[in-house]
């Protein structure tokens, strides 16, 4: 019993040991990898990861996955970057609609919300496994994507929609600030809330929530909605950064954030995870690509390098499950 | 006869589930030739002891050896090459490949290419099924026989490898007096050609047709071993039970109030395979108070009846629902649960608890509004609401955070009972309450199914166990293949009646 106490406290502080001896050794190796400037600069870069994590964290909990959250960061950029620069031309009519910063925005995260909204229908409605519907929505939004900008990029934003991506507020970053909001609010919402809880009772066992009366149905779509619009929060932060709507951006993303999900130590299986997790995730992907980068490791090997460290982590989970079902 | 003289022979086996012990140092000697009847309750442990010995999970201490070796199977793939052959009480067929298939699953004849010799495979598959005096085509799909031949199927896949021992577990629940006739003959067969049998099943009548040994467990252990001439019927069922259901429990007199719950002519097609209608066209009434008793074979349509009344099949089911006279029409559970009904699974793994999940979150999984405060659920809050729950059904946990999972299967079904208490239900349906536990909770279970009555619920309650429907239900609806065979008053139910009722030829003969 208690050496299965010390192997549950492990499993629950793995990451954070992980990341705790990545950063010890990296700044034994990497005099510039201690910094306060390398610290922001890390931040800044998993951002926008982290916001498409939390919402891959929600689906996976759900029991899914979602391989469309870089299609639609990189739909939702383009809208928002399309709608600021040219307005949105009501068709039959020479009436065009104009778009302030804020109304950009607010469009950019509706429409990752309505494209997610999309997935969740198509896999309560319609029964499609979340890995088909996700895979279909990924090649709708890529190729809407590409019609909405001709396939050029969208640029000169203006500073007030750079600031998204740029500006610094009390000493921080903006993406740094969006992140840290997000993930708070959404630790809240996981752990505390009615619909955090039905989360985990549907991805630990949908069966028993459904026998149990919980809406099923309604809390998936909820799911796949969010992680919509946390891809189009995404969006914005990356177009704003390079004050250019990419028509390629975020491509393979979704990969990043499954993976930062799954080092997070959140069960692919579903029901088990936390939003903390993939917060550790992320960090730990993030230091690992800086300092590679900083080591001079060539990126060839950051991505074998990577690779590895996420089957570990999956290995490792599929053990302690194995172990827990079989004492 | 002596130790040296068994085939297969297990020491001091132990294993140990989350919360619960299963077994507890047991031995079982299986002897050429003969018939070793492993006879005990539900969650005696029986099916585990069967479990170890063909290598489905090792056991956590003792030895098995075969012919005075000691061996260990990794898997029932090893048993089986060893000559261990087992037929599972749950039927472990793929439905949708075809008879012939099944009894070869994994053994298959090849063709020197290396493909499927599909006709050796159906030729031997044809004289399998002749010794089993089974009159379907190799090539029909398992999915489209009745659950009685696909028993029948399960056996031929045990008995066309070649077995030195075979274990039966429970093997004639689903099958017909003729077909239960065909099988002893089998097993007369197989026992004149040396094989060792282990026989589990509930039906001492069975056993003077074909026994030689008994081994009793109870409670994990094996509490009597003999050969079956020197033990009386009345010695055997004092060993298995200890206590009869109707011994370990007194049933209150309530007088039943208005009627809660309404059915008539419940049908739920099949999904396009096997019976056409899983539920034929049933028809009940539970009043205030009362316990209603649904007793059938395994394959009766008692679960998905259930299951229809919860609205689970809203999509197929037809026939007319009333709760307090007023009639309702549940799209899916969560109309069932605002209407105040409430199920308690039988396979409470897979379809009632979250097992990734705390004891406390499990609790209150169902009336977690209760626990809300400004839009956030409040530990405390949490705790104090299924608290009260948890005390009054006696739920043995170190602690509200322990994962539900460590809990026994006793423990696990009371949480579920609080879970639908802590909604505050007027109509509970429990489909088999007591599977696979151990004597004293479900002596428990029994005094609160009998509380709840009085307190005025209303609770239909299914179980495969005759004696504990006769222990606990005021009227008892019997079914068979779908079918409402018969409805007796308690008064009337006797143990005969209602398993004539049960039975397949017997009720085609009566209706």
Redesign the interface.
């Known amino acids: 019993m208690s050496a299965k106490n010390i192997s549950t406290v492990f499993a629950r502080f793995r990451s954070l040991l992980a990341l705790a001896l990545m950063i010890g050794a990296l700044s034994l190796l990497s005099e510039h990898f201690l910094t306060a400037d390398n610290g922001w600069n890390i931040l800044r870069q998993i951002s926008v990861n982290l916001c498409l994590s939390i919402g891959m964290t929600l689906v996976i909990l759900s029991g899914g996955i979602d391989l469309s959250v870089g299609a639609i960061l990189a739909l939702a950029g383009a809208m928002a970057a399309g709608l600021l620069k040219q307005g949105l031309a009501l068709p039959g009519s020479s009436l065009l609609l104009q778009f302030t910063t804020s109304g950009a925005i607010l469009a950019a995260v509706i429409v990752g919300a309505a494209m997610g909204w999309c997935n969740g229908v198509a896999i309560t409605r319609f029964q499609l496994p979340p890995f088909v519907a996700t895979l279909g929505m990924f090649s709708i939004a890529r190729g809407l994507t590409m019609l909405w900008t001709g396939g050029f990029p969208i640029t000169g934003l203006g500073d007030q929609f750079g600031f998204v991506g740029t500006g610094f507020v009390l000493g921080a970053p903006m993406p740094v600030w969006i992140m840290t909001a997000l993930v708070a609010v959404f630790m809240?919402v996981t752990r505390?809330?009615?619909f955090?809880?039905?989360l985990?009772?549907v991805?630990?066992?949908e069966?028993?929530?459904?026998?149990?009366?919980?809406?099923v149905g309604r809390i998936k779509v909820a799911v796949y909605t969010l992680a919509g619009a946390l891809s189009g929060v995404a969006g914005l932060i990356v177009t704003a950064r390079l004050d250019s709507a990419q028509p390629n951006a975020g491509l393979g993303y979704e990969l990043d954030s499954i993976a930062a999900v799954v080092i997070g130590g959140t069960s692919l299986s579903g029901?088990?995870g936390s939003v903390g997790g993939t917060v550790l995730g992320c960090l730990i992907i993030g230091v690992l690509n800086n300092g590679l980068f900083l080591l001079n490791v060539s990126p060839f090997w950051q991505q074998v390098i990577k690779g590895l460290v996420i089957l570990l982590a999956v290995a490792i989970d599929k053990v302690n499950v194995r172990q827990?079902d079989?004492? | 006869m002596d130790a040296r003289d068994a085939i297969l022979e297990a020491t001091g086996i132990e294993k140990s589930f989350p919360g619960v012990r299963a077994l507890d140092g047991v031995g079982l000697r299986v002897r050429p030739g003969r018939l070793v009847a492993l006879l005990g309750e539900n969650g005696a442990g029986k099916s585990t002891l069967m479990n170890v010995l063909s290598g489905v999970f090792p056991p956590d201490a003792g030895t098995i050896r075969l012919d005075g070796r000691e061996v260990r199977f990794a898997n029932p793939r090893e048993a089986q090459a060893h000559g261990v052959g087992i037929v599972h009480q749950e039927l472990n067929l793929v439905p949708h490949l075809s008879v012939a298939e099944n009894v070869h699953l994994g053994r298959e004849p090849r063709t020197r290419l290396g493909l499927i010799d599909y006709e050796k495979l159906h030729a031997d598959t044809t004289a399998v099924l002749g010794r089993l005096d089974l009159h379907v085509a190799p090539d029909a799909l398992v999915a489209d026989l009745r659950v009685g031949q696909q028993q029948l199927v399960e056996i031929a896949r045990a008995v066309s490898a070649e077995v030195r021992v075979l274990v039966l577990d429970e093997p004639t629940s689903s099958l017909s007096a003729h077909e239960v006739d065909v099988l002893f003959g089998v097993i007369q067969d197989l026992k004149r050609r040396g094989v060792g049998v282990v026989y589990i099943t509930h039906k001492l009548e069975e056993l003077a047709r074909i026994g030689d040994d008994v081994t009793v467990m109870r409670d994990g252990r094996v509490v009597g071993e003999a050969p079956l001439a020197e033990l009386t019927r009345e010695e055997i069922v004092r060993l298995m039970a200890g206590r009869e259901a109707k011994e370990i429990f007194q049933k209150s007199t309530v007088a039943p109030g208005g009627e809660l719950l309404r059915a008539e002519n419940i049908s739920l097609p099949g999904d396009g395979v096997g019976r056409p209608l899983l539920v034929d066209r049933v028809s009940l009434s539970l009043r205030r108070g009362e316990v209603l008793g649904i007793f059938g074979l395994v394959g009766a349509g008692r679960t998905e009846l259930l299951e229809t009344l919860f609205g689970v099949h809203s999509d197929r089911a037809t026939g007319r629902v009333a709760v307090d006279g007023r009639p309702v029409g549940f799209k899916s559970p969560r109309d069932a649960v605002a209407a105040g009904l409430a199920f308690a699974p039988e396979d409470r793994k897979r379809d009632g608890l979250v097992l990734t999940m705390s004891v406390a979150a499990n609790a209150s999984l169902a009336s977690l509004d209760r626990t809300v405060r400004g839009g956030l659920v409040s530990a405390g809050r949490e705790a104090a609401h299924v608290t009260p729950y948890i005390e009054r059904f006696r739920v043995k946990t170190p602690s509200l955070a322990q994962l539900i999972v460590n809990l026994s299967g006793g423990n696990q079904q009371k949480v579920i009972l609080a879970k639908w208490l802590a909604t505050a239900p007027k109509i509970l349906l429990l489909d088999e309450p007591t599977r696979g536990i151990d004597v004293n909770a479900k002596r428990e279970i029994y005094a609160f199914i009998d509380e709840l009555a009085r307190t005025g619920l209303g609770l239909i309650v299914v179980s495969s166990e005759l004696p504990e429907i006769l222990a606990l239900a005021d009227r008892v609806l019997v079914m068979c293949e779908g079918r409402k065979t018969a409805e007796f008053a308690r008064a009337d139910a006797t143990p005969e009646r209602v398993l004539h009722a049960a039975l397949p030829d017997l009720a085609a003969l009566a209706s």
Do not use: D, K, M
Not at chain 1, 207 to 215: D, I, M, P, S
């Open positions: 809240v505390r809330t009615r955090g809880r039905h985990y009772a991805g630990g066992n069966r028993a929530a459904r026998l149990t009366g919980l809406h029901g088990r827990r079989s004492s």
